[in-house]
């Protein structure tokens, strides 16, 4: 193939998206070059794209190179406002995402998952639920393969169930998702953002390109997401954690999820969360997403209802790690915003007849993303007997959190923070690892995080000291 035969491609950024921007441009012949801030010793996929042919600019941009090149491909993790891509947008050169060539790539239908929380749980358990059910059903996005990657790996795919960032709907413009849903949006990557406003429109994109046959799934919870029914091409769907939607969705009462059609005058229950191998409530809003898409796409409910029962979940989400003198380790490394490790603690809460016991050692922090830590200081004190502090924003998270009660300690690093946070735990407590921060001051991405926790804990099982 070299139908590009000579055309300037600039790829911004080497994380995995960028690497699969690159290999498809360099398959069609076309000169790429690829940019990124870190040094090349620190990129994984550097010495192949080099043996391939394409060009790399490390430790920096060049102006020059942006202002030449015939089109740019930006990486979901790169600002859209560097200023070489300023200059670049200005002399009209075309800045697109790999998402966005993914869509164009794509001959399946996509089903879109985004939100602030639970993106990874619900589209895994969608793909769950199809592939189980006879669909080639490829995952791609975020939780796995970029989506160009599994386009071109996967002809054969009969669906993609994408999970997709606001940062990748930054630069999409044809990407058109047959299904699609938002699944809560609380202030996150505001680091990023002007405002969480801003934040929540950019998850919005989502539903854009879609036409009247297709599905956009909404939260009724969320009032700014009722408004966007009256705007929707598509058909709208419900789902709420109340018991109450009108028309074809989804409801929760007493920890059981029930689907509705009729205007809400016909209820089926479909299964309890004491029913399924996930930890804690919120995750009855991901069943409702993934069960109403697979439904969307011809799943009986029967059948639904068994491959919920039968899904495990996902790495660092809630996962249990160990149980070490009858203490036990959870992994939520995936927890990078205030509200995911607001609902891990509210997952192992206390239950009410034992009300004011804290038994939860939180291990917390990491690179700030600018969120309102306001949440933290309500449930903390119901429920974390020892606060284990690391990363960038220990100290002003010591200054934010130290009048909740809570035991402090302050660590160096993940290692130290497992080792301290134990130190003299009964039977019956649980350390959890839910950091609400990026990993990126200390680790590659929340799985290395994940991975360090889980290494320190066997370490700390078998008697060895980190």
């Not at 869509?103 to 769950?128: D, F, I, M, W």
């Not at 490394?333 to 939180?362: C, D, M, Q």
Request: hydrophobic share 45%; net charge negative; proline share 3%.
């Amino acid at each position: 193939m070299n139908e590009m035969q000579g055309e300037k491609i600039l790829v911004v950024g080497l994380g995995e998206s960028g690497a699969a921007a690159c290999e498809h441009f360099l398959k069609r012949g076309a000169r790429v070059t690829a940019t990124d801030l870190r040094a090349e010793s620190e990129i994984a996929c550097a010495q192949a794209l080099r043996e391939r042919g394409a060009a790399l600019e490390c430790g920096g941009h060049r102006e020059e190179t942006f202002v030449s090149a015939d089109r740019i491909v930006l990486s979901p993790g790169v600002p859209p406002t560097i200023p070489s891509l300023e200059v670049a947008r200005r002399k009209g050169i075309s800045v697109t995402g790999e998402l966005e060539l993914g869509a164009r790539e794509a001959k399946a239908p996509l089903l879109a998952v985004t939100g602030t929380n639970g993106k990874g749980t619900t589209v895994s358990l969608l793909h769950h639920i199809l592939a189980r059910n006879g669909v080639k059903s490829v995952l791609a996005g975020n939780v796995g393969r970029p989506l160009l990657r599994a386009v071109e790996e996967q002809p054969d795919a009969e669906v993609f169930v994408v999970e997709v960032s606001s940062f990748q709907l930054e630069t999409i413009e044809q990407f058109h998702a047959r299904s699609a849903v938002i699944l809560n949006v609380t202030p996150d990557h505001l680091e990023r953002y002007a405002s969480f406003e801003a934040y929540r429109e950019m998850k919005a994109h989502v539903f854009l390109n879609q036409e009247a046959g297709d599905l956009a799934l909404l939260n009724a919870d969320e009032p700014w997401q009722r408004a966007l029914a009256e705007k929707a091409t598509a058909r709208v769907w419900w789902f709420a954690m109340g018991d109450v939607v009108k028309g074809q969705g989804a409801v929760v009462r007493n920890d059981t999820v029930f689907v509705t059609t009729n205007e809400g005058r016909h209820v089926e229950e479909l299964i309890s969360l004491s029913e399924t191998k996930l930890l804690g409530r919120h995750n009855l809003q991901n069943i409702m997403a993934a069960a109403l898409m697979a439904q969307d796409r011809g799943v009986p409910l029967q059948s639904i209802r068994k491959e919920i029962r039968s899904f495990h979940g996902l790495p660092h989400v809630m996962e249990f790690v160990a149980d070490v003198g009858g203490v036990a380790f959870y992994d939520n490394s995936k927890a990078t915003n205030v509200a995911a490790a607001v609902k891990s603690l509210e997952a192992l809460e206390t239950p009410p007849a034992e009300a004011g016991e804290r038994r939860v050692v939180l291990l917390l922090g990491g690179r700030d993303k600018g969120g309102d830590y306001a949440p933290l200081l309500e449930v903390i004190p119901r429920t974390v007997k020892r606060l284990v502090l690391m990363g960038e924003n220990r100290e002003a998270l010591r200054k934010i959190l130290n009048g909740t009660g809570a035991e402090l300690v302050v660590c160096d690093s993940l290692e130290e923070a497992v080792v301290r946070g134990a130190a003299g735990l009964e039977a019956g407590n649980t350390v959890l690892l839910a950091p609400a921060a990026a990993s990126f001051d200390m680790f590659q991405d929340y799985r290395e995080r994940g991975r360090v926790f889980s290494e320190a804990v066997k370490k700390l099982r078998s008697g060895v000291r980190a």
